[in-house]
């Protein structure tokens, strides 16, 4: 039975990724994972596989499914695992499923902006979220496919022209910036990583990344000029990835591990846990732009109460407005995108 009670304003750490396999389920969950097969899919579906909150693990990409699932579905796990290949099989991939998770699309090469993949991956996303609002209108959907500040808003107006729009059931995953902030903050202060907990808020591409270092659980203190090296460094820690897999894509592992701890966050609130406490991009009311990750309060239909930005130090109120004119630009691009196509 599930007895932990986490406190507004925390996001679990890492042990507890996988305390879920070693836990009793109460409801199980048919999860779809779509674009199964890429960097991020496959470790992300083994990941979910060996989760107890997960009875069947539904994959999903335009090719070689067959051989991921069959590949993982020898895990001696309970999940079952189903492959399905292709346009023609995505509506019965997602009927029936309570979570969606979604990495399809292009990654980065050096060079590039997360912005400059949205040419390949707004369609893409535009076509799996309409194939989700039509197939599992209820479910919670977890976009990874970047750019998140505008594939987040796409998902959105597909929802809208469906006629099944539901806020609190789109989010675009953030995770990867809180558990970099994490482990970069452990690794300066010597501290235990899994102990750590900074939420970051904003957007998911370079200046609209806010680490909230001021509201770091235990709080830490950085002179400004450090406090500066660090922030710069959660922003563009996407890019050094980028960089140092030299052409061969972006980060896949730790994505993998960032979105498995997102969905089993969602498992857990939607199997009634309370006090589950992610950061997500969602329609937010809670500054001018009209998507805006802050700590979420997840529960049994997704998102249960935005806890808003909170106090912010001087610096860290300066990056959210600098932030605004990009994030604002990326939402209004991603609408644009669905009422002209
Ligand atoms: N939100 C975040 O923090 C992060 C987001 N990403 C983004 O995740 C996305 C995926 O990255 P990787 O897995 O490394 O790429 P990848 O190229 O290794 O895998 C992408 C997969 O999507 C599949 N795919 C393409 N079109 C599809 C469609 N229409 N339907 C279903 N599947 C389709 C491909 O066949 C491929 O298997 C990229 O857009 C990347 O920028 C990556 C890291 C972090
Ligand atoms: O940097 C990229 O292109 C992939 C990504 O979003 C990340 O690693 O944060």
Same mark, same amino acid.
């Given at each position: *039975?599930?007895?932990?009670?986490?406190? %507004?304003?925390?996001?679990?750490?890492?042990?507890?990724?996988?305390?879920?396999?070693?836990?009793?389920?109460?409801?199980?969950?048919?999860?779809?994972?779509?674009?199964?097969?890429?960097?991020?899919?496959?470790?992300?579906?083994?990941?979910?596989?060996?989760?107890?909150?997960?009875?069947?693990?539904?994959?999903?990409?335009?090719?070689?499914?067959?051989?991921?699932?069959?590949?993982?579905?020898?895990?001696?796990?309970?999940?079952?695992?189903?492959?399905?290949?292709?346009?023609?099989?995505?509506? =019965?991939?997602?009927?029936?499923?309570?979570?969606?998770?979604?990495?399809?699309?292009?990654?980065?090469?050096?060079? *590039?902006?997360?912005? =400059?993949?949205?040419?390949?991956?707004?369609?893409?996303?535009?076509?799996?979220?309409?194939?989700?609002?039509?197939?599992?209108?209820?479910?919670?959907? !977890?976009?990874?496919?970047?750019?998140?500040?505008?594939?987040?808003?796409?998902?959105?107006?597909? /929802?809208?022209?469906?006629?099944? /729009?539901? %806020?609190? #059931?789109?989010?675009? +995953?953030?995770?990867?910036?809180?558990? #970099?902030?994490?482990?970069?903050?452990?690794?300066?202060?010597?501290?235990?990583?899994?102990?750590?907990? !900074?939420?970051?808020?904003?957007?998911?591409?370079?200046?609209?990344?806010? %680490?909230?270092?001021?509201? !770091?659980?235990?709080?830490?203190?950085?002179?400004?000029?450090?406090?500066?090296?660090? $922030?710069? #460094?959660?922003?563009?820690?996407?890019?050094?990835?980028?960089?140092?897999?030299?052409?061969?894509?972006?980060?896949?592992?730790? *994505?993998?591990?960032?979105?498995?701890?997102?969905?089993?966050? +969602?498992?857990?609130?939607?199997?009634?846990?309370?006090?589950?406490?992610?950061?997500?991009?969602?329609?937010? =009311?809670? $500054?001018?732009?009209?998507?805006?990750?802050? %700590?979420?309060?997840?529960? &049994?239909?997704?998102?249960?109460?935005?806890?808003?930005?909170?106090?912010?130090?001087?610096?860290?109120?300066?990056?959210?407005?600098?932030? *605004?004119?990009?994030?604002?630009?990326?939402?209004?691009?991603?609408? =644009?995108?669905?009422? &002209?196509?």
């Amino acid at each position: *039975m599930f007895s932990r009670i986490l406190r %507004p304003r925390t996001v679990q750490n890492a042990s507890e990724l996988f305390r879920a396999f070693s836990s009793t389920a109460q409801n199980q969950a048919r999860v779809a994972v779509l674009g199964a097969s890429g960097g991020i899919g496959q470790p992300l579906a083994l990941l979910l596989k060996n989760n107890r909150n997960v009875s069947e693990l539904a994959l999903y990409d335009i090719l070689n499914t067959p051989g991921v699932a069959a590949d993982l579905s020898h895990c001696s796990t309970r999940a079952r695992v189903a492959a399905y290949n292709g346009p023609d099989q995505l509506a =019965d991939c997602l009927k029936g499923c309570e979570v969606v998770v979604i990495p399809a699309g292009v990654p980065r090469k050096p060079g *590039m902006t997360r912005d =400059d993949l949205f040419n390949t991956n707004a369609s893409i996303v535009r076509d799996l979220a309409q194939a989700c609002a039509q197939n599992c209108p209820k479910a919670i959907i !977890c976009i990874i496919a970047n750019p998140v500040n505008s594939t987040v808003p796409i998902a959105s107006e597909v /929802y809208k022209k469906v006629g099944v /729009y539901d %806020p609190k #059931r789109i989010f675009g +995953v953030t995770t990867l910036d809180i558990v #970099r902030a994490n482990t970069f903050i452990a690794e300066a202060k010597g501290l235990d990583v899994e102990q750590v907990n !900074c939420p970051v808020i904003g957007g998911h591409a370079g200046a609209t990344i806010i %680490p909230i270092i001021s509201q !770091c659980s235990p709080p830490v203190s950085f002179p400004q000029e450090e406090r500066e090296k660090l $922030t710069v #460094r959660i922003q563009n820690a996407g890019t050094e990835v980028v960089e140092a897999k030299a052409g061969t894509g972006s980060a896949t592992l730790s *994505m993998a591990f960032a979105g498995a701890r997102f969905a089993n966050s +969602v498992l857990e609130a939607l199997n009634g846990v309370e006090g589950v406490v992610e950061c997500a991009y969602v329609k937010s =009311d809670e $500054t001018e732009a009209s998507y805006f990750s802050t %700590p979420i309060l997840l529960g &049994k239909t997704g998102l249960e109460k935005n806890l808003g930005l909170g106090k912010l130090v001087e610096y860290e109120a300066n990056l959210v407005k600098a932030a *605004m004119g990009e994030l604002k630009g990326s939402i209004q691009k991603g609408e =644009d995108f669905i009422h &002209k196509n």
